[in-house]
């Protein structure tokens, strides 16, 4: 065998590692930089959105993610539960049926859905009188509530109550509705929390 032969061999089998070990590395240094341009978990606590898949929610489910540490519910209501909501504002048993106290909400959710579209709300689940976690309570007329109860939300700790679209009832602890973050669509069945639709590029 020539020495040609062999050097010729070793060196394409250097070639091959030093390739190998050189495409390692440099993945390596990729992934971080990679992951740096993404918003870090600390980012995503101190506001960054957060992007929501809705389309398996049924009409009459609620579901709960987190933007900026807090529970964030959103609500497919029924056509029954607008039809409710309609009514209520009728009566004079709500604090503030059309969501006029304006730092409850982004102007787009000034109405009585307090929504951009009707059968959806999106609400911080904490009650605006001393921050427990209310619970959510679709029953019509539930014994412990009342025969006046449409469904809504009840905070056990001090009795607030608030109907299906957060808005508080008169009598109770809490001084304002639930709060309403900034959202928006990106499609049918996906929602952005922590942007408002003003704020679409």
Same mark, same amino acid.
């Given at each position: ?89 009728? &009566?004079?048993? =709500? *604090?503030?049926?059309? #969501?006029?106290? %304006? ?84 499609? &049918?069945?996906? =929602? *952005?929390?922590?942007? #408002?639709?003003? %704020?679409?590029?």
């Amino acid at each position: 065998m020539s020495t040609d032969s062999v050097d010729q061999g070793k060196r394409r089998f250097l070639t091959a590692a030093t390739t190998v070990v050189g495409g390692v590395g440099m993945g390596f240094t990729a992934v971080p930089f990679v992951k740096s341009m993404q918003p870090s978990e600390r980012a995503q606590a101190a506001g960054a959105p957060v992007e929501v898949d809705i389309s398996n929610l049924e009409p009459g489910h609620i579901m709960t993610v987190e933007w900026r540490g807090k529970p964030v519910w959103i609500l497919r209501r029924t056509p029954e539960e607008l039809e409710s909501i309609e009514a209520l504002t009728e &009566e004079d048993i =709500l *604090r503030d049926p059309q #969501s006029e106290v %304006e730092s409850q909400q982004p102007p787009f959710a000034e109405n009585i859905y307090r929504s951009i579209k009707p059968e959806l709300l999106v609400v911080i689940g904490i009650c605006t009188h001393l921050g427990c976690s209310p619970s959510f309570r679709p029953e019509v007329a539930p014994e412990d509530l009342g025969p006046d109860w449409q469904g809504g939300f009840f905070c056990p700790c001090h009795g607030s109550r608030f109907d299906l679209s957060g808005r508080v009832y008169d009598g109770v602890p809490a001084p304002t509705n639930l709060e309403v973050p900034p959202y928006r669509f990106l499609a &049918e069945n996906r =929602l *952005r929390i922590g942007e #408002s639709p003003s %704020e679409a590029t």
